[in-house]
C-alpha cells in the first residue's frame, strides 16, 4: 500500500504564506511525476502544480502562477508547494498525487493519471 504523508497546511490571512509538503515512498518519488490538487467547498477537484522528479521539471495552473511554487528534496522524498500571496479563493482541501508507474508530467492536470493519493491536509485563507 503506498502511502503519501502530506503536512503543513492550516489558517493563514491572505496575502500570507504557507508550505504544504508530501512524503513519498522510494519507488513512487524517483522519476516520477507528483502533484498538488485542490478542492474547494460544493466544487471539483482542480489541478494546482506538478513536478517530474527526475528533471525537476514544474507545471502550474493558471490561477497559481507566480504565486505558488512546487519544489522537491530528494534526500527526504518530499515535494513542498510554496505558497505565496494567498487568496481567500485559495481555501480548500489539497491533495498530494503520485501516479502509480514512474512517468513524466504529461496530461499532469489530469486527475485519473494519478494512482496513489493523500488524505488531504486543510488551507484556509482568511480574508
Known amino acids: 500500500q503506498v502511502r503519501l504523508e502530506e503536512s503543513g497546511g492550516g489558517s493563514v490571512q491572505a496575502g500570507g504564506s504557507l508550505k504544504l509538503a508530501c512524503a513519498a515512498p522510494?519507488?513512487?518519488?524517483?522519476?516520477?511525476?507528483l502533484a498538488w490538487f485542490r478542492q474547494a467547498p460544493g466544487k471539483e477537484r482542480e489541478p494546482v502544480a506538478a513536478?517530474?522528479?527526475?528533471?525537476?521539471?514544474?507545471n502550474y495552473a493558471d490561477s497559481v502562477k507566480d504565486r505558488f511554487i512546487i519544489s522537491q528534496d530528494n534526500d527526504k522524498m518530499t515535494i513542498f508547494l510554496h505558497m505565496n500571496y494567498l487568496k481567500p479563493e485559495d481555501t480548500a482541501l489539497y491533495y498530494c498525487?503520485?501516479?502509480?508507474?514512474?512517468?513524466?508530467?504529461?496530461?499532469?492536470?489530469?486527475?485519473?493519471?494519478?494512482?496513489?493519493w493523500g488524505q488531504g491536509i486543510q488551507v484556509t485563507v482568511s480574508s
Open positions: 498525487a503520485a501516479r502509480p508507474l514512474p512517468r513524466r508530467c504529461a496530461d499532469w492536470y489530469s486527475g485519473g493519471n494519478y494512482g496513489y
Open positions: 522510494d519507488q513512487t518519488y524517483y522519476t516520477n511525476c
Open positions: 513536478i517530474y522528479t527526475g528533471h525537476g521539471t514544474t
